[in-house]
């Protein structure tokens, strides 16, 4: 591994792989099992590891058809699958899972095109299956995000496929590139391609809290946030991230909230205060019905199989050199 300014600094720690660059350096936890740590430009923007997503917010629609109750295992999997195996490649090639003291034969000096983390996750369904998702990080910054979720007979549909990250602290607002307003597999006719900003972190004010939020058709999305958890850090600019597609256009939602914490409330009153981001990038989501809230379910082609793989990519970009 060359020592050159447009490669990837490499740090193989005892219990993490350490990747470093101009204005960036991310952290892979093995014990976590996920990206611990993503600092661009001095920022922190990981709170908590990101998550295969399963579950969204049950709505009133999902209430009248029994959907939650049919599909309930999913939840538990959205709070409580685990990592059960970890494997790291530089410039393509396996070096398996170097911990201590496999990672003593590394010095402080190792350079890369490029370093990628695998993780793989096991669900708490039955039966269960794997979700794996690699992070392919090279000398600009860039992560290439890959998810692959492993399709199992027998089990009930899925409410949604995505990767949950939680941000530190409250976004100022978000800007993308897709379609206007809150879409949803069913609910796309009415949304423009257009490029838009969006203030803050709107709920939209249902008595019951709900799956809310959902933005189809996706080719960018830039979070934006202006304070840390850095006590030090008195700085209120603006500074944000940026999430692009891969192949195909990804579908988002960008709320103060977890689908758990939506969940748990009976009235809007009862939501918490608004400190943290979570932004979930979906590859599949289920529609969300509304020919009647008494019974009907959401059309058949706008239902997510859980016995079928599904794989999606996206593109945190790498800060501005």
Partial sequence: MANTSTK?????GDASLGLRGTNFGYIFSYDRGGLESLVQNGKEWCYRIPRP?????T??????????????QWLAADMFSQCVKIEVFIDGQSVGFPISPENNKYSNQEYADEAAVEYTYQTTTTP?????????VDGSGSIQVAAYYNGAKGLPQLPVFGLRFTMPTAATGFDYQGLSGETYPDRMAGGVPGTYHVDGLPVSPYMVPQECGMHMATDSVTVNRDQ??????????????????????FAFSCLPYTPEELENATHIEELPLK????????????????????????????????????????????PEQ
Avoid at 8 to 12: G, T
Avoid at 61 to 71: A, E, I, L, P, T
Avoid at 242 to 249: L, Q, V
Avoid at 300 to 306: G, N, P, R
């Fill in 128 to 136: 269960a299956t794997t979700v794996t998702v690699r992070y392919t």
């Fill in 59 to 72: 709505t009133d629609n999902d209430r009248g058809n029994q959907f939650y109750v049919k599909s309930a």
């Fill in 53 to 57: 997503a399963f579950w969204r917010a």
């Fill in 275 to 318: 400190r943290r981001t979570i932004l979930t990038i979906y590859g599949a989501t289920r529609g969300v019905g509304g020919i009647d809230s008494w019974g009907a379910d959401v059309e058949e082609q706008y239902h997510v199989s859980a016995e079928q793989d599904i794989a999606f990519g996206f593109v945190i970009d790498g």
């Fill in 228 to 249: 840390t958890l850095n006590n030090a850090d008195t700085s209120r600019a603006n500074f944000s991230l940026h999430f692009s597609k891969a192949n195909k256009p």
């Fill in 8 to 12: 990837v600094k490499v740090i193989f």
